[in-house]
């Protein structure tokens, strides 16, 4: 596979995943927190925008950076959700898969959001997080995404779910593809109102 990416809303496991996943096939981990700090220029009208395409321009040019020097399993994600309607535009023509994760079961999302600021710190939105699940949960699916459902599932059942997905899929490098009305997706960019 040339690309991995994990879409998802906070505290589904996405972290947790594609560090197990950058393991077992020996690929790249990129996360978008990975891009150095910088300062907004003082005269920049929307700060959030700003900073959310300077991150995302960042982003795709490191992964095309890893692809051309020969390094593939390049597993990417945390980048802001509205991009996910991106990916199909940008990768299209790569060997490349989308893994959606949700649960079916919000609570246990929620409960994830509570361990994780009690143990390791993080984003804590707790009042978000079951709209945003909610939203990504039900949207339709892009072209080469496929939906894993995390409720009930231990981390190891998802690796194993997530691997033998992987494994069995056949990404389709030449689609049709009209990307979904903006709405259908979250921001973390205030000034997008989606969210």
């Not at 600021?117 to 945003?132: F, H």
């Not at 459902?149 to 030449?174: E, H, P």
Request: hydrophobic letters at 35%; charged letters at 25%.
């Amino acid at each position: 596979m040339d690309f991995i990416f994990i879409i998802g809303p906070s505290a589904v496991g996405k972290t947790t995943l594609a560090r197990e996943l950058y393991k077992h096939y020996n690929g790249v981990y990129f996360e978008q927190n990975m891009v150095p700090e910088f300062c907004i220029p003082a005269e920049t009208e929307d700060p959030g925008l700003y900073e959310e395409q300077l991150c995302w321009d960042n982003v795709l040019n490191q992964l095309r950076f890893f692809y051309a020097n020969g390094l593939r399993n390049i597993v990417a994600l945390d980048f802001d959700d509205i991009r996910a309607k991106e990916l199909p535009m940008i990768f299209k023509g790569y060997n490349f898969i989308i893994l959606r994760l949700f649960s079916s079961n919000p609570s246990q999302i929620k409960e994830q959001m509570e361990q994780r600021k009690n143990s390791e710190g993080g984003l804590y939105m707790p009042n978000y997080v079951e709209r945003s699940n909610s939203v990504i949960m039900n949207r339709k699916l892009l072209p080469n995404e496929v939906k894993i459902d995390v409720a009930g599932k231990t981390r190891s059942a998802v690796l194993q779910t997530a691997i033998s997905v992987i494994d069995s899929f056949v990404a389709q490098t030449n689609y049709d593809y009209d990307p979904d009305k903006e709405q259908d997706y979250l921001s973390w960019v205030q000034s997008r109102q989606l969210y």
